[in-house]
């Protein structure tokens, strides 16, 4: 079983910043893959950025990748994104979610579990 939680989500203006944290709780789960998704209004939701905790090997959306870095803390188990110069198109919730390799990277099937999500509201 994994619990996940997020935090870190709030206001911001065009061009700030936001850091988005996870906290994983584990128990007798072994995938390995952690990653971040998203749902802007209207759209459905998509996957951002994904991590494999063993080797710290990342993989990115392209219509995000240079504006996001995800990363991992072993030592308190949680996953983190660091969002630069956001823009009003990146309001939305945030989810954090667990799974192991199925498929290509950010594939919905490679996770079986998901947090609630944290909102992210970006204001022109």
């Known amino acids: 079983q994994v619990h996940l939680v997020e935090s870190g989500g709030g206001s911001v203006q065009a061009g700030g910043s936001l850091t988005l944290s996870c906290k994983v709780s584990?128990?007798?789960?072994?995938?390995?893959?952690r990653a971040w998704f998203r749902r802007v209004p209207g759209e459905e939701r998509e996957g951002i950025a994904a991590?494999?905790?063993?080797?710290?090997?990342?993989y990115y959306e392209d219509s995000i990748k240079g504006r996001v870095i995800i990363s991992h803390n072993s030592a308190k188990n949680t996953v983190t994104l660091q969002l630069y110069n956001l823009q009003p198109g990146d309001t939305g919730v945030y989810y954090c979610?667990?799974?192991?390799?199925?498929?290509?990277?950010?594939?919905?099937?490679?996770?079986?579990?998901w947090g609630k999500g944290t909102q992210v509201i970006v204001s022109s």
């Open positions: 979610a667990a799974g192991l390799i199925r498929g290509r990277w950010l594939e919905e099937r490679n996770f079986d579990w």
């Open positions: 584990v128990i007798n789960y072994d995938g390995n893959l």
């Open positions: 991590i494999y905790t063993g080797s710290g090997s990342t």
